[in-house]
């Protein structure tokens, strides 16, 4: 029996580094010995929390730019390749929370680009990191999904259709790819101290909404709290978990 995570020296991609829990994740791979590749639109967020990993004598490397756009897509993938040999781990943590709207409140512009960024963006670098991920014969994916995926009372439209996506495409890639030796798992984050920005427009919000999020969030994780399980469901101690979303949320999908 071996109690090593299985992480020192692995090719890690992880998303959203740049803040909050993508951030917190990129250091505690680093920490478990990773070279980490942080991609993020934020370049100081992603430039800070690559030397903050360098500076504790780890191994990192950034990239910059909206992950919806499939030449950023190809590029963090040219860079895990290129500096590191391969990508063992992807970490698909991006995305955006920024309105609580109903559906019938939805406009189509934050309908599109919700959808784009959660849901399209992590689809786009999975696929253009699966051979990678295959070529290995071993391999782990963990999405950052959302309580949002579980139920229809924690967020607004845009984002819960978005993340229930990402659960959809969590399990597809678990069943599709098991007998390749790539395991697909998420998170589902209840709420969060992170820099997400929610404009809590109360014209927009839904009244299940508030209801959900205000009557049962009870304690706001950290975002550390949620890193630490990005990494155990990456690691081999998680080596027969595949297809879950993971609620780290004090008890909120218990509710
Ligand atoms: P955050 O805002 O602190 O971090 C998100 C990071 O993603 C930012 O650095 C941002 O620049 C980056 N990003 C956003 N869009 C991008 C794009 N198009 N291209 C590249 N980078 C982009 O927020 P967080 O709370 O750490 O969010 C991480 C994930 O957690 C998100 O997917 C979010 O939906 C999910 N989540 C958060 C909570 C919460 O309460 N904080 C709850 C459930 C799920």
Same mark, same amino acid.
């Given at each position: ?7 020192? +020296?692995? @090719? ?5 580094? +740049? ?13 478990? +010995?990773?070279?980490?590749? =942080?991609?993020?639109?934020?370049? *100081? ?63 189509? *512009? ?8 959660? =849901? ?9 990191? =699966?051979?990678? =991920? ?17 139920? +229809? ?49 109360? #014209? ?11 009557? &049962? ?6 975002? #550390? ?9 990456? @690691?081999?101690?998680?080596? &027969? ?7 780290? *949320? ?6």
């Amino acid at each position: 029996m071996s109690t090593s995570t299985g992480l020192s +020296g692995k @090719s890690v991609v992880v998303t959203g580094a +740049g803040s909050g829990i993508g951030r917190a994740a990129a250091l505690r791979f680093a920490a478990e +010995g990773a070279r980490v590749v =942080l991609a993020d639109l934020n370049a *100081d967020g992603a430039k800070e929390a690559a030397e903050e990993i360098v500076a504790a004598g780890g191994t990192a490397v950034t990239v910059v730019g909206d992950l919806s756009e499939q030449g950023t897509v190809d590029q963090v993938v040219a860079t895990a390749v290129d500096t590191f040999g391969g990508i063992d781990v992807l970490v698909n943590n991006a995305g955006i929370m920024d309105r609580m709207s109903a559906a019938g409140e939805t406009e189509d *512009d934050e309908w599109e680009r919700v959808l784009r960024i959660n =849901l399209t963006a992590p689809f786009l670098l999975t696929r253009a990191a =699966l051979p990678h =991920l295959l070529a290995n014969g071993k391999g782990a994916i963990v999405f950052t999904a959302s309580e949002a995926s579980l139920r +229809g009372s924690a967020a607004g439209a845009a984002y819960t259709v978005s993340k229930h996506g990402v659960a959809g495409l969590t399990k597809s890639l678990a069943v599709m790819y098991r007998d390749k030796g790539v395991r697909t798992n998420a998170i589902a984050p209840g709420g969060t101290v992170t820099g997400i920005q929610v404009q809590l427009d109360q #014209d927009a919000l839904g009244p299940s909404v508030i209801m959900g999020y205000r009557g &049962n969030i009870g304690r706001a994780a950290d975002a #550390d709290e949620q890193a630490a399980a990005i990494v155990f469901l990456a @690691s081999d101690a998680a080596s &027969n978990i595949n297809g879950v979303i993971l609620p780290v *949320d004090n008890g909120w999908a218990a509710v």
